[in-house]
């Protein structure tokens, strides 16, 4: 039986992402480390998506619960309100709607960037330098993302809420220390850990697709386009894949 | 010109390759190529676009592995380095890419000062700051220091990778192709530059170029590359007057 070309490229792609994944484990750990380019690649992931995420969180809280609100009324579980929302954005719409805009701008970024500097032989002078472009680049970045994905997810979820608050407001009235209150009195750490631990997940493969597509670029400029673009569907595709694995997992625990 | 008696200096062989073949997939890029770079020789390696010159100078640092044959660097055979003795050698060694190959994202001072922090770990600001302006006067663009590399010109940019080539003093340095792509004036500079620096340095070099004015200008020796062999070998003059239908090409 013949394979389709496509499913063949799919899956040699699949075994060439999953031995750069090895190779992150198998060199990232050994000494020496790139500590310094680590934290300049956190400051700059953080710098460069915060205002991004910021905006997007608060309209997601705020249309949510401007939305939710009728229905919620003609249950006559208005009261209940600021949790739903608060647990739907904790849940899965804060980690899943950062993750998808850190995968556009950050994973985007690394496919152009690694690809720009391996057209223009940064990647093969670094390596001549005296420095492991793996290290120096790859498992840098790799790690930043894992690392601030979680920390922007938990500061999405917090303006995501003040929005909900502010959009709650606009038609009905209610203090913020009722609304908070309201809100923590039924969250607990099953509604607040699992989804901050599919964070790193989701972190650690925008990094490692982006980075991937990079370091692999085709020559020409076109060829970094490609792997700018590429990075942004694969690792979208990830974090709807890690998410629903994440579901299941919780389910089998009891924790949904 | 001056005519030399000896085509190189000394009997002291740097850079030495024997039966290098590379191929990648069914393609054969290399196939049993031969040189030998003596100590203070200027040799042009000519060649056709894609005829594999590129692909033998990243032989020559590491940079690809070939399928077979041997390469002695400074006396070290190349094959199967531990990587400290690695760097240690690519560290007496200088590559000037052909695309510059200049970080974007850090200043001209911060990209010549990467090669001399990552090989050099022992240095301080003032040392690094005294070699980063050494070099940058060897190739006269000491206001650049804290621009970044978007801002300068094809030709410039050109010169602050042969500083940061240049920063490290390397004993042998590789040009792959170091006037393509410029303009004849800018070519003819750079290639002064390079002919002023192998005699202040006392460097060796191999010279990657089909730029047959920086081939009258550097080169001692020549090497042309065809079907992955080393065709013909000889004096610039002995190529001038050469019969070879493929040579010829090269003077037209
Ligand atoms: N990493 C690589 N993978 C596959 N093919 C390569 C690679 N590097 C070079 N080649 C091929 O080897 C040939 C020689 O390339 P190159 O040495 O860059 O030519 P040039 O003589 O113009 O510098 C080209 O046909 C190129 O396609
Ligand atoms: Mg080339």
Same mark, same amino acid.
């Given at each position: 039986?013949?394979?389709?070309?496509?499913?063949?490229?799919?899956?040699?792609?699949?075994?060439?992402?999953?031995?750069?994944?090895?190779?992150?484990?198998?060199?990232?750990?050994?000494?020496?480390?790139?500590?310094?380019?680590?934290?300049?690649?956190?400051?700059?992931?953080?710098?460069?998506?915060?205002?991004?995420?910021?905006?997007?969180?608060?309209?997601?809280?705020?249309?949510?619960?401007?939305?939710?609100?009728?229905?919620?009324?003609?249950?006559?579980?208005?009261?209940?309100?600021?949790?739903?929302?608060?647990?739907?954005?904790?849940?899965?719409?804060g980690p899943v709607i950062t993750a998808l805009i850190f995968a556009g701008k950050i994973g985007s970024g690394m496919g152009a960037e690694l690809g720009s500097m391996k057209v223009t032989e940064q990647i093969d002078a670094m390596e001549v330098s005296g420095t492991n472009p793996f290290k120096f680049l790859v498992v840098t970045r790799?790690?930043?993302?894992?690392?601030?994905?979680?920390?922007?997810?938990?500061?999405?979820?917090?303006?995501? !809420?003040?929005?909900? $608050?502010? %959009?709650?407001?606009?038609?009905? #009235?209610?203090? &913020?220390?009722?609304?908070?209150? /309201?809100?923590?009195?039924?969250?607990?750490?099953?509604?607040?850990?699992?989804?901050? !631990?599919?964070?790193? $997940?989701? %972190?650690?493969?925008?990094?490692? #697709?982006?980075? &991937?597509?990079?370091?692999?670029? /085709?020559?020409?400029?076109?060829?970094?386009?490609?792997?700018?673009?590429?990075?942004?569907?694969?690792?979208?595709?990830?974090?709807?894949?890690?998410?629903?694995?994440?579901?299941?997992?919780?389910?089998?625990?009891?924790?949904? | 010109m001056p005519t030399k008696e000896k085509p190189y200096k000394s009997d002291e062989v740097v850079i030495d390759v024997r039966d290098l073949s590379i191929s990648f997939g069914s393609h054969v890029v290399l196939?049993?190529?031969?040189?030998?770079?003596?100590?203070?020789?200027?040799?042009?390696?000519?060649?056709?676009?894609?005829?594999?010159?590129?692909?033998?100078?990243?032989?020559?640092?590491?940079?690809?592995?070939?399928?077979?044959?041997q390469i002695n660097v400074l006396g070290q055979s190349m094959d199967s380095l531990k990587q400290d003795t690695l760097d240690h050698i690519r560290a007496r060694v200088g590559f000037l890419f052909q695309s510059n190959a200049l970080y974007d994202s850090m200043t001209v001072r911060e990209n010549l000062e990467f090669p001399l922090r990552r090989h050099w770990t022992r240095m301080d600001q003032h040392q690094a700051d005294d070699l980063v302006m050494e070099a940058l006067k060897n190739v006269g663009l000491e206001?650049?220091?804290?621009?970044?590399?978007?801002?300068?010109?094809?030709?410039?940019?050109?010169?602050?990778?042969?500083?940061?080539?240049?920063?490290?003093?390397?004993?042998?340095?590789?040009?792959?192709?170091?006037?393509?792509?410029l303009d004849p004036i800018t070519g003819r500079e750079i290639t002064d530059l390079m002919v002023d620096i192998a005699e202040k340095y006392q460097t060796s070099s191999l010279i990657i170029s089909h730029d047959m004015k920086c081939v009258q200008h550097t080169a001692e020796n020549i090497a042309v590359l065809l079907n992955g062999k080393c065709h013909a070998m000889g004096t610039y003059e002995e190529m001038l007057s050469s019969e070879d239908p493929f040579i010829r090409q090269f003077f037209q």
């Open positions: 039986m013949a394979i389709p070309k496509k499913a063949l490229a799919f899956l040699k792609q699949t075994g060439e992402l999953s031995s750069f994944t090895g190779r992150f484990f198998s060199e990232g750990f050994r000494p020496p480390y790139e500590f310094g380019e680590f934290i300049r690649q956190c400051y700059l992931i953080g710098n460069k998506s915060l205002p991004l995420v910021g905006t997007t969180a608060f309209i997601m809280g705020m249309v949510l619960t401007i939305q939710l609100r009728p229905a919620l009324i003609s249950y006559g579980v208005e009261s209940e309100l600021p949790f739903i929302v608060a647990d739907a954005i904790i849940r899965e719409i790799v790690l930043a993302a894992t690392l601030m994905l979680p920390l922007l997810v938990l500061l999405a979820d917090s303006i995501s !809420i003040i929005g909900s $608050f502010i %959009g709650l407001n606009i038609k009905g #009235v209610m203090s &913020f220390r009722l609304f908070m209150d /309201d809100i923590f009195q039924y969250l607990d750490f099953t509604d607040i850990f699992p989804p901050l !631990i599919k964070t790193f $997940f989701f %972190g650690f493969s925008v990094g490692m #697709v982006g980075c &991937f597509k990079g370091y692999f670029s /085709d020559k020409g400029t076109e060829g970094v386009g490609r792997s700018a673009n590429s990075a942004v569907v694969v690792s979208s595709m990830l974090i709807f894949l890690i998410d629903l694995i994440a579901v299941q997992i919780t389910d089998l625990l009891g924790f949904n | 196939d049993g190529f031969n040189l030998k770079l003596h100590k203070g020789e200027d040799m042009v390696v000519l060649g056709k676009s894609g005829s594999g010159k590129s692909v033998l100078i990243k032989c020559l640092i590491g940079l690809l592995r070939p399928d077979s044959g206001e650049t220091v804290d621009m970044m590399p978007a801002e300068l010109s094809g030709g410039m940019r050109k010169r602050i990778a042969l500083a940061r080539t240049l920063i490290l003093k390397p004993e042998i340095i590789l040009y792959d192709e170091p006037t393509t792509g």
